[in-house]
Nanobody, 124 residues
Framework: QVQLVESGGGLVQAGGSLRLSCAAS????????VGWFRRAPGKEREFVAT????????NAADSVKGRFTISRLNAKNTVYLQMNSLKPEDTAVYYC?????????????????WGQGTQVTVSS
């Protein structure tokens, strides 16, 4: 079992930055692929970024490429999402998710374990 807790959300002005953290319990977390997803008001949850167990492979949605960076520190059982040049349309609840072998990295149903989410609000 893996338990995930997100933190780092908040209110920021457009153009600003935030760093989200996803802290995990469980000794096997370092072997898991982790994804970040988000749900904006009135919209379905969407893929943001993913990182493999070693941190050597990452991918991000086109809407955040060049602005968001996903990374991990397995020694601390933590995955990060550095968000720069934030836009009002980035406003959403951000969730991290983990799975040992997700069949599709950008599909939420491929991930078994989920956190409760952290709110990010970007003002214009």
């Amino acid at each position: 079992q893996v338990q995930l807790v997100e933190s780092g959300g908040g209110l920021v002005q457009a153009g600003g930055s935030l760093r989200l953290s996803c802290a995990a319990s469980g000794r096997t977390f370092s072997t898991y692929t982790v994804g970040w997803f988000r749900r904006a008001p009135g919209k379905e949850r969407e893929f943001v970024a993913t990182i493999n167990w070693s941190g050597g492979l990452t991918n991000a949605a086109d809407s955040v490429k060049g602005r968001f960076t996903i990374s991990r520190l397995n020694a601390k059982n933590t995955v990060y999402l550095q968000m720069n040049s934030l836009k009002p349309e980035d406003t959403a609840v951000y969730y991290c998710a983990a799975d040992a072998r997700p069949l599709a990295l950008s599909v939420e149903s491929a991930y078994t374990f989920w956190g409760q989410g952290t709110q990010v609000t970007v003002s214009s």
